[in-house]
């Protein structure tokens, strides 16, 4: 095999090859200010990371300064596989530059944004050890270097008889400076919590504590991964895309105590013991004329960082080194559905309180209804088909759970064993096409290892077929899937809803996580929350259950701040009387699929000022989380110079943070707005 033809599919825009790799290699973004470093020193792969500030040319005329300033400290590359240990002893076999940027632009149909133009300078490097060399095995680095933003992934290549490895570890790492400080959520034992149902994304995190802090089950912290570091007043995101049927998912492990983090794989216990923690690949090959093409990837590991949070809450990194993995066999559309489950509970899964909640989404013109888990005992086949029909006489769409269990953990709604069959599920997915249904909510998976990621692949791929969407609860976070899948809607995986009606206490942090997410889980991903409380008391009787902190005003800034597609609101048919009619209205009209979003101000956990535009119109909300009032003046020109005369009104919660109400919005003479936000209260403006 020639070598040029061996190289050439690694990726086909690189097509320029140098002999061989310098010292430190360095590529420089489009811009020219974000920075990799990568170099190859006895026998080990290593890189780093950062941004270049442009300091003031001391002379007229003379060149300005630039000024490095790291964010990753040099942190180890590589592979453990069943060939080879491609982490020590490696030599370059071929440099590959692009002879120009590359360029994605796409259309992202859910999302921060809809029409996305990217551009990377791209770096790629082939190597080898000397016990690869007997197998022919190949591993392949290439990088990716956006404007604030840089991605990596391996490729293994085949170039002798050797078609398929298994990946048992990898030496990726990530170095931090040691002042470092972190917002991130631990991975859980596997099979703990309720019925066994763990690892679910479902922990608390971490507030701005050391990096090196040890995780609580001492398995490390699952993506995404935010960072500050005060040395540099920076922030860094790192976190992983691309995760299909063909490799597991990963998190970080615990740092060790100078700070470098590395890739851990699944735990052995997870999906009850049953699986491999590493993963299985077929080999990337030149010689089958590109029906290998898309073989031998590992996913994408992606760094976002700057001086400030912007880069990371308006991020599109996740989708932009990714690609779609099929068409879409309908036009899928965004959802805003009513769901009883969330404060009428289990007891609601029955036919009659399923038509009140179908009524109440026909009542505020919403496309869908969520039907729990419990149907299958409690409503039966019959009565979901009547069910069915109801909803198309009212003009909802239904939606309808599944619990994805196999045989993995103990949960025990049903339906169960209906998703983790390919022939059962086929079946199922004809008699959910037939009567109407837009979309499935699939629950309680077993992890993040390779068997796991099948299923979730078989699960979208058939849904498809049949014109249905998907979301996934109980489960771990999507990795460019709003790109990959098309009919892929949302996941959980984060501490949803449903912990406000179990416990006081997330009630009482319901604000601070409100302004975490937008930074960390939601920023690389769909976050189905299930959100918008309005009742004060969290329980179909108006007198008990736990009491709501956040002012009314907050709950409907989540419904933007939040970004799903589907959005399950915790509307119940009592609001329709006792909330004030804006309010009610702004829900008719709140959309879920955006096309711009832009960060304005804020800080993870204490406030945050965001901006999300649907078609001409812009949103902005502003929600504070800290215990004091907090004022805060909004310059909407940031938007766009237009953007401020086609705003016109402010929802707020008056001077006493108790008086939810409509105004005419109110720009002072330079243009911008002045407000003071009460705590765990908010503004909308739009
Ligand atoms: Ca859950």
């Known amino acids: 095999m020639k070598q040029a033809a061996k190289l050439s599919f690694i990726i086909s825009l690189f097509i320029i090859s140098a002999p061989a790799m310098a010292q430190t290699t360095r590529v420089l973004s489009p811009d020219s200010l974000t920075y990799l470093d990568v170099k190859l020193t006895d026998g080990k792969l290593s890189y780093s990371v950062g941004y270049r500030t442009v300091a003031k040319a001391k002379k007229k005329g003379a060149k300005a300064d630039t000024l490095d300033v790291p964010v990753l400290l040099d942190s180890p590359l590589g592979v453990y596989t069943n060939v080879a240990d491609f982490s020590k002893d490696l030599t ?313 269990n196999g045989g993995w953990n103990d949960a025990p709604q049903c339906a169960r064993q209906c998703m983790h069959n390919p022939i059962v599920r086929k079946q199922e997915m004809r008699w959910l096409r037939d009567g109407g249904v837009a979309g499935i909510k699939v629950d309680f998976f077993a992890g993040d290892k390779q068997e796991t990621m099948r299923l979730y692949e078989g699960i979208l791929s058939d849904a498809n077929d049949f014109g249905i969407q998907v979301i996934f609860h109980g489960c771990t976070l999507p990795r460019g899937w709003e790109r990959m899948y098309p009919n892929y809607c949302g996941s959980e995986a984060v501490l949803a809803s449903e912990n406000l009606y179990f416990g006081q206490a997330f009630c009482d942090m319901e604000a601070r996580h409100a302004t975490l997410h937008p930074f960390v889980r939601n920023a690389v991903g769909s976050m189905e929350y299930g959100g918008t409380v309005l009742q004060r008391r969290l329980h179909r009787e108006p007198n008990k259950g736990n009491t709501r902190r956040t002012s009314d005003i907050f709950e409907l800034a989540t419904a933007i701040a939040f970004q799903s597609s589907g959005q399950n609101f915790a509307l119940t048919p009592r609001n329709l009387t006792e909330q004030p009619q804006f309010e009610l209205d702004f829900m008719r009209q709140v959309p879920t699929t955006w096309d711009e979003t832009r960060f304005i101000d804020g800080y993870p956990g204490k406030y945050i000022v965001l901006a999300r535009r649907h078609a001409d119109r812009w949103y902005i909300i502003a929600m504070n989380a800290e215990d004091q009032a907090k004022a805060l003046t909004i310059d909407p020109s940031v938007l766009g110079d237009s953007v401020g005369r086609s705003l016109t009104t402010l929802l707020h919660d008056g001077i006493d943070g108790k008086s939810p109400q409509l105004s005419p919005l109110k720009l002072d003479k330079r243009g911008h707005l002045s407000i003071k936000l009460q705590s765990q209260c908010a503004a909308v403006i739009y």
């Open 92 to 404: 370059l076999v071929e440099t590959l530059r692009p002879e120009a940027a590359i360029r994605h632009s796409y259309h992202l149909r859910q999302g921060k944004q809809s029409e996305i133009n990217s551009e990377e300078n791209g770096l790629g490097l082939v190597l080898t050890t000397p016990k690869a060399k007997r197998s022919g095995v190949l591993m392949a680095v290439q990088f990716s270097v956006f404007n604030n933003n840089v991605a990596y992934r391996y490729r293994f290549l085949q170039g002798g008889e050797t078609s398929s490895i298994v990946v048992t570890g990898e030496a990726s790492g990530f170095r931090l400076p040691t002042d470092a400080t972190a917002f991130i959520c631990p991975q859980s034992d596997p099979m703990i919590g309720w019925k066994r149902t763990k690892p679910s994304y479902e922990e608390y995190y971490i507030w701005d504590e050391p990096a090196t802090t040890r995780s609580q089950y001492g398995h490390g912290w699952t993506f995404p991964c935010l960072f500050r570091i005060p040395s540099s007043s920076s922030w860094l995101l790192i976190s992983e895309t691309g995760v299909s049927s063909s490799y597991c998912a990963s998190h970080l492990s615990d740092a060790t105590p100078d700070g470098l983090f590395t890739i851990a794989f699944p735990m052995e216990g997870e999906n009850n013991g049953f699986g491999s923690t590493g993963a299985q690949l077929g080999l990337g090959n030149c010689k089958t004329n590109g029906h290998d093409e898309a073989a031998g990837f590992t996913p994408w590991r992606t760094l976002t960082f700057g001086p400030s949070l912007k880069p990371i809450v308006e991020t599109t990194i996740t989708w932009d080194v990714i690609d779609q993995l099929y068409e879409p066999s309908i036009d899928y559309q965004g959802s805003r559905n009513t769901w009883s489950w969330i404060l009428w509970q289990d007891e609601s899964i029955n036919y009659d309180d399923q038509v009140a909640f179908i009524d109440l989404a026909a009542s505020l013109g919403w496309e869908g209804c969520l039907i729990d888990g419990g149907w299958y005992e409690h409503i039966g086949r019959a009565g979901m088909e009547k069910l069915f029909a109801y909803c198309k006489q009212k003009g909802v769409r239904p939606w309808v759970w599944y619990n994805s």
